[in-house]
Protein backbone atom coordinates (compact mmCIF):
# COMPACT_ATOMS: atom_id res chain seq x y z
CA UNK A 1 0.00 0.00 0.00
CA UNK A 2 1.36 3.30 -0.84
CA UNK A 3 2.21 5.29 2.44
CA UNK A 4 -0.69 8.06 3.62
CA UNK A 5 -3.74 6.23 0.69
CA UNK A 6 -6.39 4.97 3.47
CA UNK A 7 -7.00 1.17 2.88
CA UNK A 8 -10.33 2.02 1.68
CA UNK A 9 -9.58 4.13 -0.71
CA UNK A 10 -7.03 1.28 -2.29
CA UNK A 11 -9.82 -1.00 -2.30
CA UNK A 12 -12.15 1.69 -3.75
CA UNK A 13 -9.32 2.25 -6.74
CA UNK A 14 -9.33 -0.98 -7.36
CA UNK A 15 -13.12 -1.88 -8.17
CA UNK A 16 -12.94 1.20 -10.28
CA UNK A 17 -9.88 -0.15 -12.25
CA UNK A 18 -12.05 -3.52 -12.51
CA UNK A 19 -14.94 -1.88 -13.60
CA UNK A 20 -12.95 0.54 -15.97
CA UNK A 21 -10.95 -2.29 -17.69
CA UNK A 22 -14.36 -4.00 -18.48
CA UNK A 23 -16.41 -0.92 -19.98
CA UNK A 24 -12.86 -0.76 -22.32
CA UNK A 25 -13.41 -4.86 -23.20
CA UNK A 26 -17.31 -4.89 -23.42
CA UNK A 27 -17.01 -1.85 -26.21
CA UNK A 28 -14.22 -2.99 -28.35
CA UNK A 29 -13.35 -6.38 -27.37
CA UNK A 30 -14.32 -9.25 -29.56
CA UNK A 31 -14.57 -11.36 -26.74
CA UNK A 32 -18.51 -11.53 -25.62
CA UNK A 33 -19.61 -11.07 -22.42
CA UNK A 34 -20.97 -13.18 -20.10
CA UNK A 35 -25.12 -13.98 -20.04
CA UNK A 36 -26.66 -11.16 -18.35
CA UNK A 37 -30.02 -12.88 -16.48
CA UNK A 38 -33.29 -11.96 -17.16
CA UNK A 39 -33.95 -11.75 -20.89
CA UNK A 40 -33.91 -15.23 -23.33
CA UNK A 41 -30.76 -17.27 -24.39
CA UNK A 42 -29.36 -15.30 -27.89
CA UNK A 43 -30.66 -17.61 -30.69
CA UNK A 44 -27.36 -17.34 -32.99
CA UNK A 45 -27.36 -18.00 -36.63
CA UNK A 46 -25.55 -17.21 -40.12
CA UNK A 47 -27.22 -15.65 -43.33
CA UNK A 48 -24.64 -15.79 -47.04
CA UNK A 49 -24.85 -13.10 -49.19
CA UNK A 50 -24.51 -14.11 -52.54
CA UNK A 51 -22.57 -12.10 -55.08
CA UNK A 52 -21.35 -8.90 -52.72
CA UNK A 53 -20.00 -6.26 -54.66
CA UNK A 54 -18.06 -3.76 -52.78
CA UNK A 55 -18.12 0.07 -53.28
CA UNK A 56 -14.41 0.71 -54.42
CA UNK A 57 -14.37 -2.68 -56.68
CA UNK A 58 -13.97 -6.32 -55.57
CA UNK A 59 -16.48 -9.28 -55.00
CA UNK A 60 -17.61 -12.02 -52.29
CA UNK A 61 -19.49 -14.91 -54.16
CA UNK A 62 -20.36 -15.71 -50.60
CA UNK A 63 -20.08 -13.41 -47.44
CA UNK A 64 -21.29 -14.44 -44.50
CA UNK A 65 -23.15 -12.60 -41.93
CA UNK A 66 -23.20 -13.65 -38.55
CA UNK A 67 -26.09 -12.43 -36.13
CA UNK A 68 -28.21 -13.38 -33.20
CA UNK A 69 -31.44 -12.47 -32.09
CA UNK A 70 -33.35 -11.68 -29.03
CA UNK A 71 -37.20 -12.47 -28.20
CA UNK A 72 -40.02 -12.84 -30.91
CA UNK A 73 -41.49 -10.90 -33.72
CA UNK A 74 -44.73 -9.12 -33.34
CA UNK A 75 -46.67 -9.13 -36.48
CA UNK A 76 -49.42 -6.69 -37.51
CA UNK A 77 -53.00 -7.72 -39.14
CA UNK A 78 -51.03 -7.96 -42.70
CA UNK A 79 -48.21 -10.00 -41.66
CA UNK A 80 -45.50 -7.05 -40.96
CA UNK A 81 -43.19 -7.41 -38.28
CA UNK A 82 -43.39 -4.02 -36.05
CA UNK A 83 -41.50 -4.03 -32.97
CA UNK A 84 -37.60 -5.10 -34.72
CA UNK A 85 -34.85 -3.42 -33.20
CA UNK A 86 -31.51 -3.56 -34.82
CA UNK A 87 -28.31 -2.93 -32.13
CA UNK A 88 -25.01 -2.67 -33.82
CA UNK A 89 -21.57 -2.55 -32.14
CA UNK A 90 -18.56 -0.70 -32.07
CA UNK A 91 -14.81 -0.86 -34.06
CA UNK A 92 -13.27 -4.39 -33.75
CA UNK A 93 -16.18 -5.81 -31.26
CA UNK A 94 -18.64 -7.97 -32.28
CA UNK A 95 -22.58 -8.56 -30.96
CA UNK A 96 -22.08 -10.63 -28.11
CA UNK A 97 -19.68 -7.83 -26.37
CA UNK A 98 -23.48 -6.18 -25.76
CA UNK A 99 -24.13 -9.22 -23.70
CA UNK A 100 -23.07 -7.79 -20.25
CA UNK A 101 -25.09 -7.17 -17.27
CA UNK A 102 -23.81 -3.26 -17.77
CA UNK A 103 -25.76 -3.34 -20.99
CA UNK A 104 -28.10 -6.24 -21.67
CA UNK A 105 -28.78 -6.51 -18.14
CA UNK A 106 -29.67 -2.89 -18.46
CA UNK A 107 -31.84 -2.80 -21.26
CA UNK A 108 -33.16 -6.65 -22.32
CA UNK A 109 -34.88 -7.83 -18.86
CA UNK A 110 -38.59 -7.28 -18.19
CA UNK A 111 -40.17 -3.92 -17.61
CA UNK A 112 -36.60 -2.57 -19.28
CA UNK A 113 -36.76 -0.09 -22.34
CA UNK A 114 -35.94 -2.85 -24.76
CA UNK A 115 -38.23 -5.78 -22.96
CA UNK A 116 -37.32 -8.98 -25.01
CA UNK A 117 -41.00 -10.03 -24.45
CA UNK A 118 -41.33 -7.56 -26.23
CA UNK A 119 -39.28 -6.29 -28.92
CA UNK A 120 -37.48 -8.83 -31.47
CA UNK A 121 -33.94 -7.31 -31.01
CA UNK A 122 -31.45 -8.51 -34.06
CA UNK A 123 -27.05 -8.00 -33.51
CA UNK A 124 -25.21 -8.47 -36.04
CA UNK A 125 -21.64 -9.17 -35.91
CA UNK A 126 -20.70 -6.48 -38.92
CA UNK A 127 -19.01 -7.18 -42.02
CA UNK A 128 -15.38 -7.94 -41.05
CA UNK A 129 -16.05 -8.18 -37.54
CA UNK A 130 -16.07 -11.19 -35.15
CA UNK A 131 -18.46 -14.78 -36.96
CA UNK A 132 -19.01 -12.56 -39.85
CA UNK A 133 -16.83 -13.00 -43.28
CA UNK A 134 -13.25 -10.88 -42.37
CA UNK A 135 -9.70 -10.95 -43.82
CA UNK A 136 -8.31 -13.29 -41.34
CA UNK A 137 -10.45 -16.37 -42.36
CA UNK A 138 -8.01 -16.92 -45.09
CA UNK A 139 -8.34 -13.88 -47.84
CA UNK A 140 -6.08 -11.64 -45.37
CA UNK A 141 -5.46 -8.86 -47.26
CA UNK A 142 -6.69 -9.90 -50.71
CA UNK A 143 -10.12 -9.39 -48.98
CA UNK A 144 -12.06 -6.32 -50.61
CA UNK A 145 -11.08 -3.57 -49.02
CA UNK A 146 -14.70 -2.71 -47.45
CA UNK A 147 -15.72 0.80 -46.06
CA UNK A 148 -18.99 1.70 -44.06
CA UNK A 149 -21.31 2.02 -47.24
CA UNK A 150 -20.59 -2.02 -47.55
CA UNK A 151 -21.07 -2.60 -44.00
CA UNK A 152 -24.57 -0.75 -43.92
CA UNK A 153 -25.66 -2.72 -47.37
CA UNK A 154 -24.59 -6.04 -45.59
CA UNK A 155 -26.79 -5.29 -42.96
CA UNK A 156 -30.07 -3.84 -45.01
CA UNK A 157 -29.33 -7.49 -47.06
CA UNK A 158 -29.52 -9.04 -43.53
CA UNK A 159 -32.58 -7.40 -42.64
CA UNK A 160 -34.67 -7.67 -46.17
CA UNK A 161 -33.09 -10.81 -47.12
CA UNK A 162 -32.27 -12.77 -44.56
CA UNK A 163 -34.79 -12.00 -42.05
CA UNK A 164 -37.72 -10.88 -44.37
CA UNK A 165 -38.58 -7.39 -42.67
CA UNK A 166 -39.61 -4.50 -44.50
CA UNK A 167 -39.48 -1.89 -41.89
CA UNK A 168 -37.54 -1.31 -38.39
CA UNK A 169 -38.97 0.24 -35.51
CA UNK A 170 -35.83 1.79 -33.48
CA UNK A 171 -32.14 1.12 -34.79
CA UNK A 172 -29.40 1.74 -32.04
CA UNK A 173 -26.04 2.03 -32.56
CA UNK A 174 -22.54 2.47 -30.32
CA UNK A 175 -19.41 4.05 -31.78
CA UNK A 176 -19.19 2.56 -35.38
CA UNK A 177 -22.21 1.18 -34.89
CA UNK A 178 -23.64 4.86 -34.01
CA UNK A 179 -22.05 6.21 -37.28
CA UNK A 180 -24.22 3.34 -39.13
CA UNK A 181 -26.81 4.25 -37.19
CA UNK A 182 -26.71 7.98 -39.00
CA UNK A 183 -26.47 6.28 -42.26
CA UNK A 184 -29.47 4.53 -41.78
CA UNK A 185 -31.39 7.30 -40.95
CA UNK A 186 -29.95 9.59 -43.88
CA UNK A 187 -29.74 6.75 -46.70
CA UNK A 188 -33.08 4.27 -45.60
CA UNK A 189 -34.80 7.47 -44.11
CA UNK A 190 -38.31 5.72 -44.70
CA UNK A 191 -37.35 2.03 -43.08
CA UNK A 192 -37.38 2.89 -39.36
CA UNK A 193 -39.67 4.86 -36.89
CA UNK A 194 -36.75 5.79 -34.28
CA UNK A 195 -32.80 6.15 -34.18
CA UNK A 196 -30.33 6.82 -31.40
CA UNK A 197 -26.59 7.11 -32.20
CA UNK A 198 -24.66 6.93 -29.35
CA UNK A 199 -20.62 8.09 -29.08
CA UNK A 200 -20.42 9.37 -32.93
CA UNK A 201 -20.69 12.56 -34.80
CA UNK A 202 -22.48 12.65 -38.30
CA UNK A 203 -19.84 14.13 -39.94
CA UNK A 204 -16.80 13.20 -41.53
CA UNK A 205 -13.67 11.61 -39.75
CA UNK A 206 -11.19 14.19 -39.35
CA UNK A 207 -9.37 15.89 -36.64
CA UNK A 208 -7.57 13.85 -34.12
CA UNK A 209 -10.21 11.28 -34.67
CA UNK A 210 -8.93 10.68 -38.09
CA UNK A 211 -5.24 10.86 -36.40
CA UNK A 212 -5.92 8.30 -34.54
CA UNK A 213 -7.04 5.54 -37.47
CA UNK A 214 -4.19 6.61 -39.50
CA UNK A 215 -1.43 5.93 -36.84
CA UNK A 216 -3.56 2.75 -36.37
CA UNK A 217 -3.38 1.67 -39.94
CA UNK A 218 0.20 2.81 -40.92
CA UNK A 219 1.75 1.95 -37.62
CA UNK A 220 0.85 -1.75 -39.05
CA UNK A 221 1.06 -1.21 -43.01
CA UNK A 222 4.54 0.19 -42.45
CA UNK A 223 5.67 -2.80 -39.86
CA UNK A 224 7.80 -4.98 -41.90
CA UNK A 225 6.67 -7.60 -39.91
CA UNK A 226 3.05 -7.27 -41.44
CA UNK A 227 4.41 -8.51 -44.69
CA UNK A 228 1.58 -7.29 -46.68
CA UNK A 229 -0.73 -9.26 -44.73
CA UNK A 230 0.79 -12.44 -44.89
CA UNK A 231 2.94 -12.77 -41.41
CA UNK A 232 3.12 -15.78 -39.53
CA UNK A 233 2.57 -14.46 -36.40
CA UNK A 234 0.71 -11.16 -35.24
CA UNK A 235 3.19 -8.24 -36.19
CA UNK A 236 4.27 -5.78 -33.23
CA UNK A 237 2.53 -2.71 -34.97
CA UNK A 238 -1.04 -4.42 -33.27
CA UNK A 239 0.47 -3.88 -29.63
CA UNK A 240 1.32 -0.27 -30.97
CA UNK A 241 -2.27 -0.32 -32.46
CA UNK A 242 -4.22 -1.51 -29.49
CA UNK A 243 -2.33 0.86 -26.97
CA UNK A 244 -3.59 3.62 -28.92
CA UNK A 245 -7.24 1.85 -29.53
CA UNK A 246 -6.99 2.09 -25.50
CA UNK A 247 -5.61 5.47 -24.65
CA UNK A 248 -8.09 7.12 -26.78
CA UNK A 249 -11.61 5.51 -25.48
CA UNK A 250 -11.27 6.21 -22.35
CA UNK A 251 -11.41 9.18 -19.96
CA UNK A 252 -8.45 11.44 -19.17
CA UNK A 253 -9.49 12.24 -15.65
CA UNK A 254 -10.67 8.48 -14.70
CA UNK A 255 -7.21 6.85 -16.29
CA UNK A 256 -5.64 9.17 -14.15
CA UNK A 257 -8.01 7.67 -11.15
CA UNK A 258 -7.78 4.69 -11.97
CA UNK A 259 -3.75 4.52 -12.38
CA UNK A 260 -2.16 7.54 -10.40
CA UNK A 261 1.21 5.92 -10.44
CA UNK A 262 3.15 5.42 -13.03
CA UNK A 263 3.46 1.51 -12.31
CA UNK A 264 -0.18 1.40 -11.95
CA UNK A 265 -0.14 3.12 -15.21
CA UNK A 266 1.87 1.10 -17.02
CA UNK A 267 0.11 -2.55 -15.31
CA UNK A 268 -3.26 -1.13 -16.72
CA UNK A 269 -1.94 -0.28 -20.39
CA UNK A 270 -0.81 -3.55 -20.71
CA UNK A 271 -3.69 -5.64 -19.21
CA UNK A 272 -5.71 -3.71 -21.50
CA UNK A 273 -4.02 -4.88 -24.39
CA UNK A 274 -3.25 -8.51 -22.94
CA UNK A 275 -6.85 -8.74 -23.00
CA UNK A 276 -7.46 -8.07 -26.03
CA UNK A 277 -4.63 -9.61 -27.69
CA UNK A 278 -6.26 -13.05 -27.41
CA UNK A 279 -8.41 -12.63 -30.50
CA UNK A 280 -7.29 -9.90 -31.98
CA UNK A 281 -5.45 -9.75 -35.67
CA UNK A 282 -3.65 -6.98 -37.43
CA UNK A 283 -5.23 -7.55 -41.07
CA UNK A 284 -8.59 -7.29 -39.26
CA UNK A 285 -7.78 -4.56 -36.96
CA UNK A 286 -6.29 -2.24 -40.27
CA UNK A 287 -9.46 -2.96 -42.28
CA UNK A 288 -11.70 -2.20 -39.39
CA UNK A 289 -10.24 1.25 -38.85
CA UNK A 290 -9.56 2.05 -42.34
CA UNK A 291 -13.37 1.65 -43.08
CA UNK A 292 -14.66 5.03 -41.72
CA UNK A 293 -13.35 7.17 -44.16
CA UNK A 294 -16.13 7.01 -46.47
CA UNK A 295 -18.41 7.95 -44.25
CA UNK A 296 -20.14 11.63 -44.33
CA UNK A 297 -23.98 11.60 -44.09
CA UNK A 298 -23.74 15.30 -43.01
CA UNK A 299 -25.19 16.15 -46.72
CA UNK A 300 -28.11 13.93 -46.23
CA UNK A 301 -29.64 15.21 -42.69
CA UNK A 302 -32.27 17.23 -43.96
CA UNK A 303 -33.53 13.45 -45.36
CA UNK A 304 -34.14 12.16 -42.37
CA UNK A 305 -37.25 10.96 -41.52
CA UNK A 306 -36.94 8.99 -38.17
CA UNK A 307 -37.56 10.67 -34.68
CA UNK A 308 -33.77 10.81 -33.73
CA UNK A 309 -32.37 11.20 -30.32
CA UNK A 310 -28.32 11.37 -30.22
CA UNK A 311 -26.51 10.75 -27.11
CA UNK A 312 -23.02 11.81 -26.10
CA UNK A 313 -21.03 11.77 -23.64
CA UNK A 314 -18.59 15.00 -21.95
CA UNK A 315 -15.56 12.89 -21.65
CA UNK A 316 -15.73 11.30 -24.70
CA UNK A 317 -11.99 12.12 -26.48
CA UNK A 318 -13.03 10.92 -29.77
CA UNK A 319 -16.31 13.14 -29.92
CA UNK A 320 -15.43 15.80 -27.67
CA UNK A 321 -18.60 18.24 -27.36
CA UNK A 322 -15.80 20.93 -27.28
CA UNK A 323 -16.20 20.90 -30.99
CA UNK A 324 -19.65 21.97 -31.30
CA UNK A 325 -20.16 19.67 -34.10
CA UNK A 326 -23.48 17.65 -32.68
CA UNK A 327 -25.38 21.28 -31.32
CA UNK A 328 -24.93 22.30 -34.71
CA UNK A 329 -25.86 19.43 -37.04
CA UNK A 330 -28.74 18.58 -34.70
CA UNK A 331 -30.06 21.46 -36.41
CA UNK A 332 -30.64 19.73 -39.59
CA UNK A 333 -32.04 16.82 -38.46
CA UNK A 334 -35.96 17.17 -39.09
CA UNK A 335 -37.10 15.58 -35.90
CA UNK A 336 -33.40 15.24 -34.10
CA UNK A 337 -32.59 16.25 -30.44
CA UNK A 338 -29.36 15.61 -28.53
CA UNK A 339 -28.33 14.33 -25.31
CA UNK A 340 -24.98 15.10 -23.67
CA UNK A 341 -24.65 12.68 -20.71
CA UNK A 342 -22.15 14.69 -18.00
CA UNK A 343 -18.77 13.40 -16.98
CA UNK A 344 -18.89 11.59 -13.15
CA UNK A 345 -17.71 9.34 -11.66
CA UNK A 346 -19.13 6.61 -13.78
CA UNK A 347 -18.58 7.78 -16.80
CA UNK A 348 -15.57 6.37 -18.96
CA UNK A 349 -14.86 8.85 -22.06
CA UNK A 350 -15.63 6.92 -25.66
CA UNK A 351 -16.41 3.71 -23.29
CA UNK A 352 -19.44 5.17 -21.58
CA UNK A 353 -21.58 3.98 -24.41
CA UNK A 354 -20.98 0.45 -23.28
CA UNK A 355 -22.99 1.26 -20.39
CA UNK A 356 -26.16 1.52 -20.57
CA UNK A 357 -27.75 2.42 -17.32
CA UNK A 358 -26.36 6.03 -18.63
CA UNK A 359 -28.50 6.41 -21.00
CA UNK A 360 -31.05 3.95 -21.42
CA UNK A 361 -33.81 6.51 -19.81
CA UNK A 362 -33.27 7.91 -23.58
CA UNK A 363 -34.89 4.62 -25.09
CA UNK A 364 -38.10 4.74 -22.28
CA UNK A 365 -38.87 8.09 -23.27
CA UNK A 366 -38.49 7.56 -27.32
CA UNK A 367 -40.32 4.51 -27.32
CA UNK A 368 -43.35 5.84 -25.35
CA UNK A 369 -43.86 7.98 -28.77
CA UNK A 370 -45.97 6.51 -31.06
CA UNK A 371 -44.22 4.88 -34.62
CA UNK A 372 -43.92 7.65 -37.35
Not at 1 to 10: A, F, K, L, N, W
Not at 108 to 123: E, H, K, M, T, Y
Amino acid sequence: MRPGIPSHEVLQRSRVLQVAILVLLTMFSPIGGAHAAGYPEPTQADFVLRDFHFAEGGTLAELRMHYFTIGAPLRDERGHIINAVLLLHGTGGRGAGFLTDAFAGELFGNGQPLDASRWFIIVPDNLGHGGSSKPSDGLRANFPRYGYADMVKAQRRLVTEGLGLDHLRLVVGISMGGMHAWMWAVQHADFMDAVVPVASLPVQVSGRNRMERRLIVDAIRNDPEWNGGNYDRQPQALVTALRMIAISAGSARQLYLEAPTQEATDRLLDRMVEQRMHNADANDLLYAWDASRDYDPQPGLRRVQAQLVAVNFADDERNPPALGILEREIANVPNGRFVLVAASDRTRGHSSAANASLWKDVLTELLRQPPR
